[in-house]
């Protein structure tokens, strides 16, 4: 059972639009959520994180929002810019700032076209 | 670079061929992990090792063993490989919630 799950296998944005990926989880004890992304070839990298007590977190072109009552996040990034073609995993804990196993969705793969 | 290290970086096996895969980190993490990338499935999880001594199964684990060698190694151990395990094979190191990955083992077992 996919206790975190990225419906969306694939987006396609213009350079300097906005692109949205979107998160849903199934396990409410779930309270610290990270996005990864990952190029080919290397090891995912860790790109932003929110935890439950907040609904958003904002890092530059990265903002992170979350909606515990619909158990949904989702991540923007504006303007997209062609280096951000990668796939973007989500992840999920439920142990905030105690470390613990990450659960992970499929991954998102953006392209972002010049 | 201090990071995760993998080895190797491609591996092919014969059904049935046993190896085991390395890995090792400099930050002086307790907790590692070993992860599986395929198709549509993103990362699942195969084992973990909250500290030094210590294994747990995660999502995947059949198939697979584990050896937490000391703190800094952590081994992924396939004794008779089948083509269901082709796959990309990550591990991690976290201290609390910021994990490292390596770059990655592309295994095809044929």
């Known amino acids: 059972d996919q206790q975190v799950k990225q419906n969306s296998p694939s987006l396609s944005v213009q350079e300097g639009r906005i692109s949205i990926l979107n998160c849903d989880y199934t396990n409410s004890m779930f309270d610290y959520f990270l996005w990864y992304k990952k190029y080919p070839a290397e090891g995912p990298t860790f790109l932003i994180s929110?935890?439950?007590?907040?609904d958003k977190n904002e890092d530059g072109r990265f903002t992170v929002f979350l909606n515990k009552s619909a158990k949904h996040l989702s991540l923007h990034i504006v303007p997209s810019q062609p280096g951000d073609s990668a796939v973007y995993f989500c992840a999920a804990s439920p142990f905030y700032n105690q470390g613990g196993k990450l659960i992970f969705g499929q991954g998102t793969e953006l392209s972002v076209k010049p | 670079n201090a990071g995760v290290t993998q080895t190797p970086k491609f591996q092919v096996l014969k059904t049935g061929q046993s190896m085991t895969l390395q890995c090792a980190q400099d930050?002086?993490?307790?907790?590692m992990y070993w992860y599986r990338q395929d198709p549509g499935m993103g990362l699942r999880l195969i084992y973990y090792?909250?500290?030094?001594?210590?294994?747990d199964k995660g999502e995947v684990p059949n198939g697979y063993n584990v050896s937490r060698l000391n703190k800094r190694e952590f081994s992924l151990r396939l004794e008779s490989a089948a083509p269901s395990q082709t796959s990309v094979y990550f591990c991690a190191s976290s201290e609390l919630q910021g994990y490292t990955f390596g770059s990655g083992t592309r295994l095809t077992v044929v």
């Open positions: 929110i935890s439950s007590i907040k």
């Open positions: 090792s909250a500290s030094e001594g210590t294994t």
């Open positions: 930050m002086n993490h307790n907790s």
